[in-house]
Every structure is written in C-alpha cells, then in structure tokens.
Nanobody, 125 residues
C-alpha cells in the first residue's frame, strides 16, 4: 500500500520560512512524477511544485516561483518543499502527491494517484 506522509507545517509570520517533508513508503523512482499541492478553505486544490522522478524540468506555480524550492533526498524516499518569504496568501493545507503515469501537466491535481493526509501552513501578517 502506497503511503505518503507530510510533516513540517506550522504557523509563521510573513517573510518567514518553513520546510515541508514528504516521506514515501517506497522509492520515489517507482512513480512517474511527484509534487506538492495546496488547498485553502473555499478554494480548489492547486499545484505548487512538481518534478519527473527521472529528472528534467521542474514546474512551479507562478505564485511561488522564486520563493519555493522542491527537492528530493538522496535516499529517494523523501521529498521536500522549502518555502521562503512566506505570505499570508500561502496559508493552506499542503499535500504531497505521486503519479504513476506520464502526463505533461505536472501541476494538475487529477493526474495524481496517491495523496498524503496534508500538513497545515498558516502565515500571519
């Protein structure tokens, strides 16, 4: 059974930083692509950052480009999201996700097969 477990969320002031972690139950190389998503109350889930596990271009949402960085650990079972210069509008539940099949749209939530339970990020002004 595939499991993805997020951690690292919390409350910070605007301008602060957080690093989210996503621990997978098996090698991330067994997926085609992985990513981070977020969902604020009353809003649709949106893609934040994603990559193909075999390498290649990384995709970021325009709203986070230059502030957030997605990465993986050398153990190939942990994925991270470094979030810098956080803004109140970044407040949301953050999810990591994995997809089995190739798709060119890395930030589309419906492409993903497996989801973690989420970790809350709250940014105060």
């Amino acid at each position: 059974q595939v499991q993805l477990v997020e951690s690292g969320g919390g409350s910070v002031q605007a301008g602060g930083s957080l690093r989210l972690s996503c621990a997978a139950s098996r090698s991330i190389m067994s997926y085609n692509h992985m990513g981070w998503f977020r969902q604020a109350p009353g809003k649709e889930r949106e893609g934040v950052a994603s990559f193909y596990t075999i390498g290649g271009p990384i995709r970021y949402a325009d709203s986070v480009n230059g502030r957030f960085t997605i990465s993986r650990d050398n153990d190939q079972i942990t994925m991270y999201l470094q979030m810098n210069n956080l803004r109140p509008e970044d407040s949301a539940m953050y999810y990591c996700a994995a997809a089995s099949m190739y798709d060119k749209d890395l930030l589309r939530p419906r492409n993903y097969d497996y989801w973690g339970q989420g970790t809350q990020v709250t940014v105060s002004s």
